[in-house]
């Protein structure tokens, strides 16, 4: 026999570990969403191999996954027919951090950490396989690949900078496929490896997991035996003497036995009817399924019919995790083919950019089951639902835009209002549908930002354009002299404060036929020019401006007579066709 073999953790996983064991966390219970996880993941990957593959399928065609308690002992059991994990992946994956997720875990920490160590985490993030020593001072996983005809056992302690790595041997656990973890409980967690406490918790955990979850459960069933009489009692009843037979008496008798017993429901949710479905549910399945910690702000469930054929859930995060600059895959459609799970890295293919942060399930019973982003990229089944699915997205936030609560769309657009205004600057064909749902800073209101409907409905009836002004602050936006006659007829200006405002605003160019106008740009035509009186007043002080244009020689083009003031003395203004003030600016900030 070959001794285990023993290999040292990374780093990180160490510093990790070192969290895990000794954290006061004390919702420890979601050691069992991460296992389960994992193992509807395994799931998942043989699944979408045996598509091609069959074979991969030959050693147990079923699916899915079971619980056994040992509570006297301490010990849980999780076996899954899954993948399973060859030597060097069980190296790869239990001993290095493999997860994003528990990367962007230690992220978090290390940015919270000035603040006092946020236990929450572990619940918001997911610590995956590591959570296990939550509960554990051991945890053993007995797994075999079909890639590999040996199984291997990793085994490691709490409070152990090392691991170790062995073949399975035990003729009683060895399994034709896939893992078995068994978790040695801490003394103090020992009561998680109650069945009728697992059952509770999967209820909670797992109701979206697509594959059968058993636990092992004692049950009972009452029957009817037949027993003989205690002879004191029969002679109780009857005074008679005389012998006779035993009477025979009737008892009823509980019968205990041991079976698995399901405990989810395996249909996936965006499989029913979207009538049927109640927002709880639709908010569990996004928390479940994204390991979001609120409430997404919208939801929609839709199914499309006729050319192309699919299913799908959508939400939009209370809260954003990414930034639109952030480059890394953002993992926010899981996408299905006939409810088999393909891939969560296929966002980019299924939504633009400035939408990533839409979450959902995309179910598509017209693609191939092999498709990759290649098919993707070339098909033209892709074209219609990308463009349905964008669709449905625009409706659901204009839903939270209507929504009775203006807070809901305040908060959406504090976190996603960026990507809209990059929608408006990269996708002309849904402009229509983007620019309803921008909002702006504006001269007539405090601190309320407004719509483009709210300025239209706003106009003046003379007014024909909508005013814009771009400056590097509100306060300065506030104070330009530009504002004066605007003000004086008391036309709404909308302040764009935020350097995409003004390319966003020139890419739409017109809202509701009315164009934007920029009121920093010579020749600003309100409409009420006296052109007998300017060509006087221009007259009387042309050699005034000669004077200044001599005085500021190279650094202004033209000193003219404007009507554009009222009580400020003079004011720089923009070609008509160069860059504004603002978008000068920017170019520059942009060089260097
Ligand atoms: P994540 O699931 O986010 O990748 P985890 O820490 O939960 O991170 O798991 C790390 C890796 O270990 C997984 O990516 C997977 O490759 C492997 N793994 C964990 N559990 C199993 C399992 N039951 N079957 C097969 N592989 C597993
Ligand atoms: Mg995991």
């Known amino acids: 026999d070959l001794p285990a073999e023993k290999h040292e953790y990374q780093a990180e996983v160490n510093r990790l570990m070192d969290l895990i064991v000794h954290s006061l966390y004390s919702n420890k219970e979601v050691f069992l ?7 509807s993941d395994a ?4 699944r979408y191999l045996s598509v091609t593959d069959p074979e991969l ?7 899915d996954i079971r619980i056994q308690t040992d509570k006297d002992n301490g010990i849980i059991t999780i076996i899954d027919s899954g993948i399973g994990m060859t030597k060097q992946e069980l190296i790869d994956s239990l001993g290095t951090i493999a997860s994003s997720g528990t990367a962007k875990f230690l992220k ?14 572990i619940g918001q993030f997911g610590v995956g396989f590591y959570s296990s020593f939550l509960v554990s001072e051991k945890v053993v996983v007995s797994t075999k690949s079909p890639k590999s005809d040996k199984q291997y056992v990793w085994e490691g302690q709490a409070d152990s900078g090392s691991y170790t790595i062995r073949e399975e041997k035990d003729p009683e656990k060895l399994i034709p496929r896939g893992t078995r973890l068994t978790l040695y409980l801490k003394r103090d967690d020992k009561g998680f490896a109650h069945p009728e406490r697992i059952q509770k918790l999967l209820k909670n955990y797992s109701q979206f997991v697509s594959f059968p979850i058993y636990t092992w459960q004692e049950k009972g069933f009452t029957k009817e035996v037949e027993v003989d009489e205690d002879p004191a009692e029969a002679k109780k009843e009857g005074d008679d003497d005389t012998k006779t037979e035993p009477k025979k008496k009737t008892k009823t008798v509980v019968e205990k036995y041991w079976d698995w017993e399901l405990a989810n429901e395996t249909q996936p949710i965006w499989l029913r009817n979207p009538k049927e479905v109640s927002t709880e549910e639709y908010n ?7 390991n979001e910690y609120l409430d997404p702000l919208a939801s929609s469930h839709f199914t499309t019919e006729g050319e192309v054929e699919f299913r799908s859930i959508l939400f939009v995060p209370a809260t954003r995790k990414d930034d639109i600059t952030d480059s890394r895959k953002t993992k926010n459609i899981r996408l299905y083919v006939k409810r088999v799970f393909i891939s969560d890295d296929f966002d980019g293919e299924l939504f633009p950019r400035y939408l990533s942060f839409v979450k959902g399930v995309v179910d598509s019973n017209d693609l191939p089951l092999n498709v990759s982003r290649e098919i993707l990229q070339e098909s033209r089944i892709v074209r219609i639902m990308r463009k349905r699915l964008v669709r449905k997205a625009f409706d659901m936030i204009l839903g939270i835009s209507c929504s009775e609560n203006r807070d809901d769309y305040e908060r959406f657009w504090e976190n996603y209002g960026k990507f809209l205004k990059l929608g408006a600057m990269e996708d002309k064909e849904n402009h229509k549908r983007i620019a309803p749902l921008l909002r702006f800073s504006s001269s007539q209101s405090n601190d309320e930002l407004i719509s483009l409907d709210e300025y239209v409905e706003n106009m003046k009836p003379e007014q024909k354009d909508i005013y814009f002004i771009a400056a590097d602050s509100l306060s300065s936006a506030k104070n330009a002299p530009f504002l004066e006659r605007l003000t004086e007829k008391d036309y709404e200006v909308l302040l764009f404060v935020d350097p995409m405002d ?3 605003i020139q890419n739409l160019s017109s809202y509701k036929d009315k164009k934007f106008v920029d009121i920093t740009k010579e020749d600003l035509d309100l409409g009420d020019n006296n052109e007998e009186r300017e060509k006087e007043i221009k007259q009387e002080f042309s050699q005034t401006c000669d004077w200044i244009k001599n005085r500021l020689g190279d650094k202004v083009a033209r000193v003219d007579i404007s009507n554009r003031l009222r009580s400020s003395p003079c004011v720089l203004v923009a070609a008509k066709f160069g860059w504004s003030a603002n978008m000068e600016r920017l170019m520059r900030a942009q060089s260097m």
């Open 284 to 290: 569990e399945f996004y928390k479940k399924t994204f």
């Open 57 to 63: 399928l030959k050693d147990g065609p079923q699916l």
């Open 502 to 504: 003004e390319v966003a």
């Open 43 to 46: 799931l998942d990957k043989l």
């Open 33 to 39: 969403r991460e296992l389960v996880s994992n193992a």
């Open 108 to 121: 978090a920490l290390k940015e919270s950490q000035e603040a006092g160590m946020d236990s929450n985490l």
